[in-house]
């Protein structure tokens, strides 16, 4: 059963305390891993696939005829709704695209910054529990509106070397360039340091178990990547008009994601915590994935009951939470106290999946507190800026004094002298 907490009674870390992986043994799990597929490559990942899948491939990578299969294996039901969720997904992406830009002002001197996009991209995908085609889509869309050149996706087959239909759709309608059935701390070690079969990236993104994650953090310095990824979590913060159905069901919608999946409900309402505690108690044993929700709410879940709603937004920023909602009549009026947050849900009628699978917003959310300095995957994830300067030498000769002081009081003579010598009389 879940907890039920006042905030008056509980220290604030307490109140904010998450449960996270030890990894010690999964950090030396991963570095054999790493080592094994730069050492022998391919035949690593042939290995992999064996052991942890099940799988017995005899080629890595996916055929066109595969794909082709896959397309028309899919409901056209499913594949509109695909089609819908990747427009939403375009819509919003492409109005994060930065422009390029030049300026002269000054006589003699020409600035300007180029917005590239990065050649060849990576995507996770993660198997195993559960396959996510709505990964594909919020990981390619904002990539191909980027510019990005090439995308390569990973994601673990089944036991008969298989990927699901949908995701291959998925892929295939996001226009994902090469897909490969590599999955787990393998399939990010390929992606970073190449093997015969599988080329190396500019940047690994997409999300992972605590193996994957581990290993994005490893390879990060030969490649970029996105970010290092928790165990997913919601908080929602909640009025006495909440529906307690409503809000005991979303907080399940990510408690089913995994064992370690925080699902926290901050509330000025006792009434509303105990309805929503029966209700959990009521919904859980209905789930697929009844075990894991359990867990998770048993283990890592918390209703914090509140004095206040600006307590319960200062106790949100403090926490920072992947998702949040505001479950409250006015949402729009507390929007602008939120500080720290992934992704936000406004209003009664706004579950998370929503934004998981249709929106537009991307999913690919900062977690364990990130979202203090980090935010959602977007275009800006999948290009790198890059200045230009030009001078004439006339104008060079304005401030060649003011530079040769500059580089002087820092103790580096030799970038004053290459100013200064440009001006030296033969």
Do not use: W
């Not at 052991?51 to 890595?60: E, I, P």
């Not at 907080?251 to 089913?256: R, V, W």
């Not at 108690?281 to 283990?299: G, H, M, V, Y």
């Amino acid at each position: 059963m879940i907890k039920i907490v006042n905030s008056a009674e509980v220290s604030r870390s307490e109140l904010l305390s998450r449960t996270l992986p030890e990894t010690p043994a999964v950090e030396q799990a991963v570095r054999e891993i790493l080592k094994n597929v730069i050492d022998n490559g391919d035949k690593a990942l042939y290995e992999y696939a064996k052991k942890f899948d099940g799988a017995n491939l005899t080629s890595l990578e996916v055929t066109a005829e595969e794909i082709e299969t896959a397309v028309a294996a899919v409901d056209e039901d499913f594949i509109e709704t695909l089609k819908m969720a990747q427009q939403n997904i375009a819509d919003f992406h492409s109005r994060q695209t930065r422009q390029s830009f030049v300026t002269d002002e000054k006589p003699g001197i020409v600035l300007g910054q180029r917005v590239i996009p990065l050649e060849r991209v990576g995507i996770y995908v993660p198997g195993g529990t559960a396959s996510y085609p709505s990964t594909v889509l919020m990981n390619a869309v904002p990539a191909k509106i980027a510019g990005v050149k090439e995308i390569i996706m990973v994601t673990p087959p089944d036991k008969n070397g298989k990927i699901q239909n949908e995701i291959l759709a998925a892929a295939h309608l996001a226009g994902v360039d090469r897909i490969f059935k590599i999955g787990g701390a393998g399939a990010v070690a390929a992606l970073a340091y190449g093997t015969e079969s599988v080329p190396t990236v500019d940047k690994i993104v997409g999300p992972g178990n605590v193996f994957v994650a581990t290993a994005k953090r490893m390879v990060f310095g030969k490649v970029a990547i996105d970010m290092v990824a928790g165990p997913s979590e919601i908080l929602i913060v909640a009025d006495e008009f909440a529906n307690p159905a409503f809000v005991a069901a979303d907080l399940l919608s990510q408690a089913e994601h995994d064992r370690l999946a925080s699902s926290v409900l901050v509330t000025t309402s006792e009434s509303l915590a105990n309805a929503v505690s029966d209700e959990l108690e009521r919904q859980i044993p209905l789930l697929e994935r009844e075990e894991i929700a359990r867990t998770s709410i048993d283990n890592n879940g918390k209703i914090i009951i509140v004095s206040s709603i600006e307590e319960a937004i200062e106790i949100s920023n403090e926490y920072a939470p992947e998702h949040l909602e505001l479950s409250v009549n006015d949402p729009m009026g507390i929007l602008p106290l939120v500080k720290n947050a992934g992704s936000v849900f406004l209003g009664h009628n706004v579950p998370e999946a929503l934004g998981d699978y249709f929106a537009g917003p991307n999913h690919t959310l900062p977690t364990s507190g990130t979202a203090r300095f980090a935010s959602p995957l977007g275009v800006d994830d999948f290009v790198k800026r890059s200045s230009f300067i030009y001078y004439t030498k006339e104008a060079l000769s304005k401030v060649e004094r003011r530079i040769v002081d500059f580089a002087n009081r820092e103790g580096l003579t030799a970038h004053g002298r290459s100013v200064a010598i440009r001006f030296e009389k033969d």
